[in-house]
């Protein structure tokens, strides 16, 4: 049974097509990449297979649980990292992960332990005193990703955990990343870093103007390529810098 399986995902914006008729198999145990190009329907695609925007068709099933049928089954078994900051702001980043752990059920003295070891493994325990609100970017990301590891998910969905992070905090993210999937966890991440998806999935999903266009296992989508030359072939871009902005250098 796939992690997750979307079948004719659909989400239209006034008269714009975000999502059409979107397929994604993510095969449990797996790594999955999803790339695309800005606006291409990656943010909208991983809401409505999490359960947090309803789509206007089609369904989402994580480990065969319908996302919009049984969403309290479906959710206890994702940790999900949204694009943007969905988060108490006015609490800190130790209280925000108490908080959300004891609301997802968990003994108090495991949320304690929990906590402790995320807040050090994420660099984010010299902060533990500053309210989310005032937490730069990155950080906002790693306290994130650390509430959706919280409740050792089976499925992991990040929507561009990498973006704003520093290095070092992104090969943190990586080696937990690994490990997780290792250890039998499956996970979906949403990137623009072609040589970081390569790196780290073994599958991959290139959506383009809200539609998928390529997907599958990364050897099978890139061939002899590398996935950022299969990425541009695929979705018909091509570097503008060479035209206009005469201006800039004149
Ligand atoms: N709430 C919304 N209302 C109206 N349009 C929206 C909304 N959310 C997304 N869109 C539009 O839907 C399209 C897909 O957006 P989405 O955020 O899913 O793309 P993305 O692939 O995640 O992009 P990026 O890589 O830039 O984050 C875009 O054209 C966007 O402007």
Excluded at 14 to 19: K, R, T
Excluded at 200 to 225: E, K, Q, W, Y
Aim: glycine residues 12%; hydrophobic residues 45%.
């Amino acid at each position: 049974m796939p992690a997750l399986r979307t079948t004719g995902l659909r989400k239209v914006f006034g008269d714009h097509v975000a999502a059409d008729d979107i397929d994604l198999t993510v095969p449990a145990g797996s790594c999955y990449g999803l790339v695309g190009p800005n606006g291409a329907g990656k943010t909208t695609t991983l809401a409505m297979a999490v359960g947090l925007l309803r789509p206007d068709a089609g369904r989402a099933e994580i480990f065969g649980v319908d996302v919009w049928g049984d969403p309290v089954r479906a959710k206890g078994l994702i940790g999900v990292l949204p694009d943007g900051n969905a988060m108490p702001e006015r609490l800190t980043g130790r209280e925000v992960l108490t908080y959300l752990g004891l609301l997802r059920g968990l003994p108090a003295a495991v949320v304690a332990e929990r906590t402790e070891e995320l807040l050090h493994v994420l660099e984010l325990d010299s902060a533990e005193r500053t309210l989310v609100i005032e937490y730069s970017t990155g950080m906002r990301k790693k306290i994130g990703l650390a509430v959706a590891l919280l409740h050792a998910p089976r499925l992991l969905v990040l929507d561009e955990p990498f973006e704003a992070v520093d290095p070092v905090s992104g090969a943190t993210i990586r080696t937990i990343l690994r490990r997780f999937v290792a250890e039998g966890g499956s996970a979906i991440i949403s990137s623009h870093v072609m040589p970081l998806v390569e790196q780290l999935c073994d599958h991959v999903g290139v959506i383009s103007g809200g539609r998928v266009v390529a997907a599958g296992p990364l050897a099978d989508v890139r061939g002899a390529a590398t996935l950022e030359e299969t990425f541009v072939d695929l979705v018909g871009a091509r570097p503008r810098a060479t035209e206009g902005l005469s201006w800039l250098t004149s």
